[in-house]
């Protein structure tokens, strides 16, 4: 992390593509001046909004973000959920998700590798900064549900991404874990991850399950 508040998505794509994640809007604000930005309103679903240009003030409803157009900027918003950012290998087509429990469980992911024209062994993906499995408390029915929904291949990989909690009935989710197993499942292995945790680190990240009230992380990724 540099000191301007921005993290820059690390991973190996090609060189027109930008991505980072900013960790206050000051920063996001300095990045973006000379760029469109386009947001989206964010419903914990799986809609993929596909962005051919910047409409001022539409925020249509979606959880994902994919364009193939140079200069337009797609922006998610997270404070514990994980941002998941996609691009093919020859740098043509890019995404950004938001994905908690609900929108990965709802299939988000799936949905924007529906979008791209490249096969899943053609995208690279890198994981922004979550709630690690550290910090990230849920109830039985999230884990019932993942496993209800994983297939006899992903199963056991499923319910290894829960540890008991140490209250009864409550588990640590690994969300990185169980979006890793569901990009495998749906073709992506090229896949790298921050390992960061928001809650963990309250001098860089924000974090809903600590703070409440809090401030967001952008993650943009664009095509030059
Ligand atoms: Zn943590």
Redesign the pocket.
Known sequence: MNNKGLIKADWSVPANIGAVVATNQRAANELLQQKNVQWVQQVHGKNVYKLDSVVENLKPKADAIYTQVPNMVCGIHTADCLPVFFSDQKGCEIAVAHAGWRGLAAGVLENTLECFKAQGDQITVWFGPA??????EVGEEVRDLYLQQASSSTKASTASAFIPGIKSGKWMADLYKLAQIRLNHAGVFNISSSGL????DSQNFYSYRRDKETGRLSSLIWLN
């Open positions: 709630i690690g499995p550290c910090h990230f945790c928001t809650y963990c």
